[in-house]
């Protein structure tokens, strides 16, 4: 795992451990390495509870309880259904917070709609998630590895602007 990650854990663990906070993720594209570079932090046990690795649309619908019409109207790869991806994972999960990422890390999937390196990253709780667009396609291992690490970025500031 990269070294920004392991730094990027290390914050996240300082954050959710002294809030006695827990967090979960659910994953599309990143495949579990958000959940990863969480977990490579020592003591994540106290907070971290689980990923639920949603890589298909029926997954998505059946464990986070996305609306199919959701998925049907926006496209797998939207704001919204990540959005839906961190509310739905919170539940599933039991947790306070929750890490999402959805999109098409390539080199194939993508549309001219929706092309390849399009992610969508977010994080939150219930009723208060922070969501960001990636859209820069460096081949499916750095889309992947960027994308992990834009996530914990994101829940980061998502942290600091929740004080």
């Not at 306070?96 to 992610?119: K, N, Q, R, S, W």
């Not at 081949?139 to 996530?151: E, K, P, V």
Request: glycine share 10%; aromatic share 6%.
């Amino acid at each position: 795992m990269e070294l920004e990650s392991r730094i990027l854990s290390r914050e996240i663990h300082q954050l959710l451990y002294e809030k006695d906070n827990t967090i979960g993720t659910a994953e599309s594209c990143t495949g579990g390495r958000i959940a990863e570079a969480i977990i490579a932090a020592p003591g994540s046990s106290h907070y971290f509870k689980g990923s639920i690795v949603s890589y298909s649309d029926e997954i998505k619908e059946r464990l986070l309880n996305i609306d199919h019409d959701l998925i049907d109207e926006k496209n797998a790869v939207s704001v919204e259904v990540a959005t839906a991806m961190v509310e739905g994972a919170c539940d599933a999960l039991n947790v306070d917070y929750a890490i999402a990422a959805t999109g098409f890390a390539g080199p194939g999937g993508g549309t001219p709609e929706i092309p390849v390196g399009t992610i969508f990253v977010a994080c939150g709780k219930k009723g208060d998630v922070m969501t960001l667009k990636i859209t820069e396609d460096e081949g499916r291992d750095l889309n992947i590895s960027n994308a992990t690490n834009q996530a914990l970025q994101l829940f980061l500031k998502y942290l600091a602007d929740k004080g």
